[in-house]
């Protein structure tokens, strides 16, 4: 079964196609990453307007790759062997998809809008059923793409821009949220350190490698305290960080954020860098540990863009026990390959398809 999945709930237009859920034939990501560094996070508009500019050239980029695969265009023409009717263009790749699964929410309302309606047009078009994927739930289906044996029960730790999350899987769509954080994401905290330490965003990778240079016990910096062992809170995180570098540049509370990139010197930010990325990635750690012994999963994954993170990755081999599954880098930030794999999972378990004529954005969707 193949899959197209879109996806455009943030500011990555991305298309894939998906063999069984599992076997990655295309991944097209078009970031508009760069036209949002000036701001210093996503400006929703200037994101919806990219997608509409990309998001065809996106479907099609990844309809064409996945056509250079031979077990995909062999499938194509037995297909068309076995049509009723004659297929106009000997070559559309189209005739090999089965279906498409699409991002309906979480996220900014514009960008999901964009993808949604592209969705929805397209099935009705091409007559294929349209899978509905919530985003949150997809970044851990990242993980069954590639040789794998992914087993259940998998407990899985979701730590991207705007979700830090401890998920039990018992099985496909059925799970546990074990805790949440109450605030900021994990991936939210680096984006707003980079900020403070004027680095670029995305705030993850530049955090990161400006950490390389620190000290991660130069600064003493606080980890929250919450009574479930498995919820998570960062905005006091961030504020500590704030705080630490006012007053390492002689200042109190009143020095605007602004001004501290300045005055700041490089070894001064590295060790800050590396202090708060130890104390965000041990807080998602010990509480994942904490899990992995209460719970005696079969598999661990860490998804979402924080799972890009070398540092974290390194800590994880260190103390999980369990078979641990992260995705290759380009699959744990956002892509359109973990929504064609959730989408094949609900297909697979004949979970009913969406009406493509109602489909409707849901930018608060939770799990
Ligand atoms: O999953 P994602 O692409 O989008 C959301 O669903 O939010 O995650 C984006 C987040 C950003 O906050 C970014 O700073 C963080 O993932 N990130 C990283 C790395 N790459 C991206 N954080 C730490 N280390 C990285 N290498
Ligand atoms: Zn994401």
Redesign the pocket.
């Known amino acids: 079964m193949y899959i197209l999945g879109i996806e455009t709930?943030?500011d990555?237009t991305a298309a894939a196609v998906v063999k069984d859920g599992t076997i990655l034939l295309s991944n097209v990501v078009a970031s508009s990453v760069d036209l949002h560094k000036a701001y210093g996070g996503v400006v929703p508009e200037i994101a919806a307007r990219s997608h509409i500019e990309s998001i065809m050239p996106v479907i099609n980029e990844a309809l064409v790759e996945a056509s250079q695969n031979s077990e995909f265009r062999i499938q194509n023409s037995e297909k068309k062997l076995n049509s009723q009717f004659p297929i106009p263009n000997s070559d559309d790749p189209w005739s090999s998809i089965d279906a498409i699964g699409v991002t309906y929410g979480p996220g900014l309302g514009g960008s999901l809008l964009i993808g949604v309606m592209t969705a929805r047009t397209l099935a009705i078009a091409k007559k294929k059923p349209l899978y509905a994927v919530n985003?949150?739930e997809a970044?851990p289906y990242a993980a069954f793409l590639g040789d794998k044996q992914l087993q259940f029960p998998a407990l899985s730790l979701i730590?991207?821009?705007?979700?830090t999350m401890l998920v039990l899987f018992k099985s496909h769509f059925n799970y546990e949220i074990l805790g949440q954080t109450g605030d900021d994401?994990i991936?939210?905290a680096?984006?707003k350190v980079?900020k403070i330490l004027g680095l670029p965003?995305?705030?993850?990778?530049s955090?990161?490698k400006c950490a390389k240079a620190g000290d991660k016990f130069a600064v003493n910096l606080p980890k929250a305290k919450l009574n479930s062992a498995y919820d998570f809170s960062f905005s006091g995180l961030k504020t500590a960080v704030l705080r630490a570098s006012q007053a390492m540049v002689g200042k109190d509370y009143t020095l605007p954020s602004t001004q501290l990139p300045g005055l700041l010197n490089a070894q001064q930010k590295a060790n800050i860098a590396a202090s708060f990325q130890r104390v965000a990635l041990e807080t998602v750690v010990d509480a994942l540990v904490t899990a992995e012994k209460q719970y005696s999963p079969a598999s661990v994954i860490v998804a979402?863009?924080?799972a890009?993170?070398?540092?974290?990755r390194r800590m994880l081999a260190e103390k999980i026990i369990t078979p641990l599954f992260i995705p290759e880098f380009s699959l744990?930030?956002?892509n359109a390959a973990m929504i064609a794999s959730n989408a094949y999972f609900q297909a697979s378990l004949n979970r009913p398809p969406a009406d493509p004529y109602k489909l409707s954005i849901d930018p608060n969707l939770s799990m």
């Open positions: 709930s943030c990555e985003h949150v970044h730590v991207s821009g705007g979700h994401a991936g939210e680096f984006d980079a965003y995305p705030g993850g990778p955090v990161g979402g863009g924080v890009a993170s070398p540092e974290l744990c930030t956002d």
